[in-house]
């Protein structure tokens, strides 16, 4: 029987040819020192990018809508021109194959260190105490502490969202076919949505409607550049890194769902769990419930994401739990992953030493099943 993970899916605008999507993945292969996508990231993403082999909407890694949005080394951004004409490389190759690609618009917020920053100052968060959580900020790529945030004045959110609008227009520019705004993994949106985190005054902070005001700023202003049809959103409702607490993400999630419905975006794609074997009771109700919301106020697809077999997203799909699913980790060590879930695998195990930065080795040197599906190695 056909599976429905090979079935087509519109969400908005795209157009997909299945629903096996490739997840956000920080590879940390920019050209340095300007953050430039390069010819060997162009490649990679083209090896995914076959309609009846690669994934049905590649979701392009994180990538920094402004200078301050910088937490990582080796991270591409899409706020310069070189940037610009860098991912105009990637999405080229990817349009050539046929395939179709998003680009993932992120700010880290206090998720930083002062040596990424602009004239090396504090990074920006909703909060002045810092993260516990690491990054790295060389090509030695070891851990370095983050650096203790200044807390934002209100008179300078207004444009950040105009970054993040600039940012949606510059990729779409670039040939993005859509943007996907990350508002997870308790970077800058999910610092100001969550209670935990965002310290600011009302009405920025303090309730949930306050809480939202600045995610839903930026939401309709990156709707306003490009068309809510061409625009996601990212959440983790559950997830725990980089210190995330919300005393109640049930309700925080689906009222932020039910808002970015109403705005009419493409889809909403949550990370459920890094880790199905430890996953939280709590994803059973929160995940319904905020597709729901998103759904039934006029949103489009709900996309889910953590730690998924083949196997378990079929059945996600096939029962109505999502309407696709998004891996990560099968698509870095199977560039062909939809050509192999038609065949039931088998499957290529990943290699996380190579996760982060490098070259080739562990980026474009794993291989396709089917020859077919090979890009011609220039
Ligand atoms: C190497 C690596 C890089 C990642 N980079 C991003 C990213 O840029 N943006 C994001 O939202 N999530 C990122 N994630 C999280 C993945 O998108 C995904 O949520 C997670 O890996 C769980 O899904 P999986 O089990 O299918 O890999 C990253 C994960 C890994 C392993």
Redesign the pocket.
């Known amino acids: 029987m056909m599976k429905k993970l090979l079935e087509p899916i519109r969400a908005g605008e795209l157009n997909a040819p299945n629903r096996v999507w490739m997840?956000?993945?920080?590879?940390s292969r920019a050209s340095m020192p300007g953050n430039i996508p390069n010819a060997l990231m162009a490649e990679h993403y083209a090896q995914r990018a076959d309609p009846r082999s690669g994934a049905g909407v590649i979701?392009a890694?994180?990538t920094p809508v402004s200078p301050t949005g910088h937490g990582y080394y080796a991270?591409p951004g899409v706020h310069t021109d070189a940037q610009e004409a860098g991912w105009k490389l990637v999405t080229d190759a990817v349009h050539a194959r046929g395939g179709l690609i998003v680009l993932?618009l992120?700010h880290v917020g206090r998720v930083s260190n002062s040596a990424l920053q602009p004239n090396n100052g504090a990074p920006v968060a909703p909060t002045d105490e810092p993260s516990r959580s690491k990054t790295y900020i060389d090509d030695s790529f070891a851990r370095a502490e983050t650096s203790p945030p200044r807390q934002l004045r209100p008179e300078e959110l207004p444009g950040i969202a105009e970054d993040f609008a600039g940012a949606a227009a510059r990729a779409v520019r670039a040939g993005f076919d859509g943007v996907e705004i990350?508002g997870?993994?308790t970077y800058l949106l999910d610092q100001f949505t969550r209670d935990g985190m965002n310290k600011m005054a009302p009405p920025w902070g303090g309730s949930l409607e306050n809480r939202l005001r600045f995610p839903l700023l930026v939401a309709g202003a990156v709707a306003d550049a490009v068309g809510p049809g061409r625009v996601g959103y990212?959440v983790?409702p559950l997830s725990e890194h980089h210190d995330a607490v919300d005393s109640d993400p049930g309700a925080t999630f689906a009222a932020l769902g039910e808002r970015l419905g109403a705005m009419g975006l493409a889809y909403l794609h949550a990370?459920e769990?890094?880790d199905r074997s430890k996953i939280d009771p709590r994803v059973e109700t929160v995940i319904p419930r905020l597709a729901k919301a998103f759904r039934e106020a006029g949103g489009g697809a709900y996309i889910a994401?953590?730690?998924?077999t083949p196997d378990q997203a079929e059945r996600a799909v096939a029962g109505g739990w999502s309407d696709a699913v998004?891996?990560?980790?099968?698509w870095?060590s199977n560039p062909d992953l939809t050509g192999r879930i038609r065949r039931d695998g088998p499957y290529t195990e990943w290699d996380?030493g190579t996760?982060?930065g490098g070259g080739a080795e562990g980026y474009t040197d794993y291989h396709p099943l089917d020859e077919e599906a090979a890009v011609p190695r220039s």
């Open positions: 997840a956000p993945l920080t590879r979701i890694e994180a991270t993932q992120w990350h997870a993994n990212r983790s990370v769990t890094w994401n953590g730690d998924y998004a891996f990560g980790k099968l870095i996380t996760f982060y």
